[in-house]
Nanobody
Framework: EVQLVESGGGMVQPGGSLRLSCAAS????????MTWVRQAPGKGPEWVSA???????NYADSVKGRFTISRDNAKNTVYLQMNSLRPEDTAVYYC???????????????WGQGTQVTVSS
């Protein structure tokens, strides 16, 4: 059974920090690019960050310099370190695993249930 389980969300004051974790199981973690996507109340989903199988990273302009994505292949886990948090970072954060088609193997796209991050005074 494929599972992506996010954790580490919670309430924090502006300027604070949180570290999100996404534990993966049921598939070959090392073959997948990993991303974080967030969705604020009443808003559409917003891509936040990605790390590919080789460790290359990308960030949305809104979080660049504040967030850091990383992966630990030995633990089948991807992380999102969030510093200098702002109220506009408030959202449900979702972990996504993605693999493009490889030869006869079809593409795959898996999602976790999400974890709530609330930044408020």
């Amino acid at each position: 059974e494929v599972q992506l389980v996010e954790s580490g969300g919670g309430m924090v004051q502006p300027g604070g920090s949180l570290r999100l974790s996404c534990a993966a199981s049921g598939f070959t973690f090392t073959s997948y690019d990993m991303t974080w996507v967030r969705q604020a109340p009443g808003k559409g989903p917003e891509w936040v960050s990605a790390i590919d199988t080789g460790g290359s990273t990308n960030y949305a302009d809104s979080v660049k310099g504040r967030f850091t994505i990383s992966r630990d292949n030995a633990k089948n886990t991807v992380y999102l370190q969030m510093n200098s948090l702002r109220p506009e970072d408030t959202a449900v954060y979702y972990c996504n695993a993605n693999r493009l088609r490889i030869g006869v193997l079809p593409s795959r796209d898996y999602w976790g249930q999400g974890t709530q991050v609330t930044v408020s005074s």
